[in-house]
């Protein structure tokens, strides 16, 4: 049957590890016991000052080439999801186009913050469906610790840096993405927000980087956790009923790593075991777009996923965004 198939994926962490009892260390009013039970991270990456969004994106692209025995100058379409791109212009996927030494390729950025590999596989969709490309690229990949403020323990212990890649192509060889689901709020879009950076703060000032506008702050946590929760739910069902599949039939649910508690919300209310969550949160936190990219990723390496296998990505991020990928494995 043609369809949308993954012919290989990949993933990168930078090796630099921040531990929570390394933030206990920064003088940062937490402990690793209060950490841990209220978002489930023990640890993060942290890119080196010198590595860049595209150089995270690269290394992830490269391992998913090699699984898929494809190069970088097969790729027609690059599609890099981020919120921490290199530069605003030219955008974090020209860069990457660059590192690869694909001018064949065209290349772009999606910005829909964590539920960014997921519209990345949308779009990737329908270029494939309506036949003008043969082979793309999809890759997830942030730089978070650099858009936060290390004062404010709400947010500054939930992220982490790296990048998950995946190559899709048409046709009956691969695995099969069953179907992609997106979907957007604005009206709600301050719940999540960078305000720094935008027209609306430029050009930046002593003034601006003073408030830090420029860092990253969650408006209403216990709000946006509910919020949250409902939408990974309902995109997990749309999943299934597009699909005419049953939610308990589902062999893997691979989330956007935002917190443990979600996870265990999500279960209880769907009444599936919390075994069937594949969780990559403790050793990495929350990397936005690439969060999910990287543990499905990380779940085909270790052979998790097996043959046949239906896997769930759900998601959901800043903008409001979420959404849902089903995949027959």
């Known amino acids: 049957m043609n369809a949308v198939r993954i012919l290989g994926t990949g993933s990168y962490v930078p090796p630099k590890i921040l531990s929570n009892h390394d933030l206990?260390?920064?003088?940062?009013?937490?402990?690793?016991e209060w950490i841990t039970?209220?978002?489930?991270?023990?640890?993060?990456?942290?890119?080196?000052?010198?590595?860049t969004t595209s150089d995270l994106a690269?290394?992830?692209?490269?391992r998913a080439l090699d699984m898929a025995h494809l190069t970088a100058k097969d790729m027609d379409l690059v599609i890099l999801a981020t919120i921490t791109p290199d530069t605003c212009c030219p955008s974090g996927a020209n860069w990457l186009q660059a590192k690869l030494d694909a001018p064949q390729a065209v290349t772009f950025d999606v910005t829909a913050a964590c539920s960014g590999f997921i519209f990345g596989l949308n779009v990737a969709e329908q270029y494939l469906k309506n036949g003008s490309v043969g082979n793309v690229l999809v890759?997830?990949?942030?730089?978070?610790?650099?858009?936060?403020?290390?004062t404010d323990r709400t947010t500054c212990i939930l992220w982490g840096d790296g990048a998950g890649a995946a190559i899709l192509r048409l046709g009956d060889e691969g695995h099969e993405i069953l179907s992609t689901h997106v979907h957007s709020?604005?009206?709600?879009?301050?719940?999540?927000?960078?305000?720094?950076?935008?027209?609306?703060?430029?050009?930046?000032?002593?003034?601006?980087?003073?408030?830090?506008?420029?860092t990253l702050n969650m408006i209403e946590a216990n709000a946006?956790?509910?919020?949250?929760?409902?939408?990974?739910?309902?995109?997990?069902?749309?999943?299934a009923a597009f699909n005419e599949v049953a939610v308990e039939?589902?062999?893997?649910?691979?989330?956007?790593?935002?917190?443990l508690r979600m996870f265990q919300s999500m279960a209880k209310t769907l009444k599936i075991p919390m075994e069937?969550?594949?969780?990559?949160?403790?050793?990495?936190?929350?990397?936005?777009?690439?969060?999910?990219?990287?543990?499905?990723?990380?779940?085909?390496?270790?052979?998790?996923?097996?043959?046949?296998?239906?896997?769930?990505?759900?998601?959901?991020?800043?903008?409001?965004?979420?959404?849902?990928?089903?995949?027959?494995?």
């Open 24 to 32: 206990e260390k920064m003088g940062l009013d937490t402990t690793d």
């Open 37 to 51: 039970q209220r978002t489930g991270v023990r640890e993060r990456r942290m890119a080196d000052p010198d590595i």
């Open 58 to 62: 690269y290394e992830a692209s490269l």
């Open 139 to 150: 890759v997830a990949s942030e730089v978070m610790t650099r858009t936060l403020d290390w």
């Open 185 to 214: 709020d604005g009206a709600n879009g301050q719940d999540l927000l960078m305000p720094g950076g935008g027209s609306k703060t430029t050009p930046i000032s002593h003034e601006s980087v003073d408030k830090k506008l420029h």
């Open 224 to 239: 946006s956790f509910r919020v949250a929760v409902r939408h990974f739910i309902d995109s997990i069902k749309e999943a």
């Open 249 to 259: 039939d589902i062999d893997w649910f691979i989330p956007h790593q935002a917190n």
């Open 276 to 329: 069937k969550f594949y969780v990559t949160l403790h050793k990495y936190g929350n990397i936005s777009s690439a969060s999910c990219a990287i543990a499905f990723d990380e779940a085909v390496r270790d052979g998790s996923i097996r043959e046949n296998n239906l896997v769930c990505l759900p998601v959901f991020g800043g903008g409001l965004t979420w959404g849902s990928a089903l995949i027959r494995w």
